[in-house]
């Protein structure tokens, strides 16, 4: 399995930015995929995360309302529409793929056994 992350960049406080997660190496019917970022510094934590088959979407307290994670099955991809960002939205932002049961939980980075290279946002103030 293969993630590859996009669309990281610069933005000023306000702006949006869009990630995307193209995956390969396998069929893409089940299983789960997450969004993580990492600061400098500190742990990596869960953004978002939503489930191949039904589209159910999970959000970590600090992206509701700003985040949306998607997914497009055609096309084997996953994004993360980010709106409204501040400058503590600054990270490395992975993509993640898990296809069995989950060890910890979905938010949890330790139940993911595929990632990305990890893309870099930076929100100025």
């Known amino acids: 399995v293969q993630l590859v992350e996009s669309g990281g960049g610069l933005v000023q406080a306000g702006g949006s930015l869009r990630l995307s997660c193209a995956a390969s190496?396998?069929?893409?019917?089940?299983?789960?995929m997450g969004w993580f970022r990492q600061a400098p510094g500190k742990e990596r934590e869960f953004v978002a995360a939503i489930t191949w088959s039904g589209g159910s979407t999970y959000y970590a307290d600090f992206v509701k309302g700003r985040f949306t994670i998607s997914r497009d099955n055609a096309k084997n991809m996953v994004y993360l529409q980010m709106n409204s960002l501040k400058p503590e939205d600054t990270a490395v932002y992975y993509c993640?793929?898990?296809?069995?049961?989950?060890?910890?939980?979905?938010?949890?980075?330790?139940?993911?056994?595929?990632w990305g290279q990890g893309t870099q946002s930076t929100v100025s103030s």
């Open positions: 993640a793929a898990q296809f069995s049961a989950l060890r910890r939980g979905i938010r949890d980075y330790r139940s993911y056994d595929y």
């Open positions: 190496g396998r069929t893409f019917s089940n299983g789960y």
